[in-house]
């Protein structure tokens, strides 16, 4: 079955930097586009970041543009978030989604059980 399994989260301060992972197993990693979402305490889901199954796309929202690099391992099956100049406002659960289609379509219809970001001094 599809699983989605994110790592990297915890604590860090403002200014400073985090990788997120996603491990993907239980369908063919390299056919779908894949997403990073968040959601902060209180708020509601936010899309933050999408892949193209071949690399050859990423898209930001503009709250982590210039910020938050997304990437993958096709051979690995692996997702990553690479967050650098972090915000106290970025902290949220993180969370991978596996696309309906190679190309960012923005439906999901797998997602991990994500990891926790905090950032503050």
């Known amino acids: 079955q599809v699983q989605l399994v994110e790592s990297g989260g915890g604590l860090a301060q403002p200014g400073g930097s985090l990788r997120l992972s996603c491990a993907a197993s239980?369908?063919?990693?390299?056919?779908?586009?894949m997403s990073w979402r968040r959601q902060a305490p209180g708020k509601g889901l936010e899309w933050v970041s999408g892949?193209?199954?071949?690399?050859?796309?990423?898209r930001y929202a503009d709250s982590v543009k210039g910020r938050f690099t997304i990437s993958r391992d096709n051979a690995k099956n692996m997702l990553y978030l690479q967050m650098n100049s972090l915000k106290p406002e970025d902290t949220a659960v993180y969370y991978c989604?596996?696309?309906?289609?190679?190309?960012?379509?923005?439906?999901?219809?797998?997602w991990g059980q994500g990891t926790q970001v905090i950032v503050s001094s």
């Open positions: 239980g369908f063919t990693f390299s056919n779908y586009a």
């Open positions: 989604s596996k696309d309906l289609k190679d190309r960012l379509s923005y439906e999901n219809d797998y």
């Open positions: 892949i193209y199954s071949d690399g050859s796309d990423t």
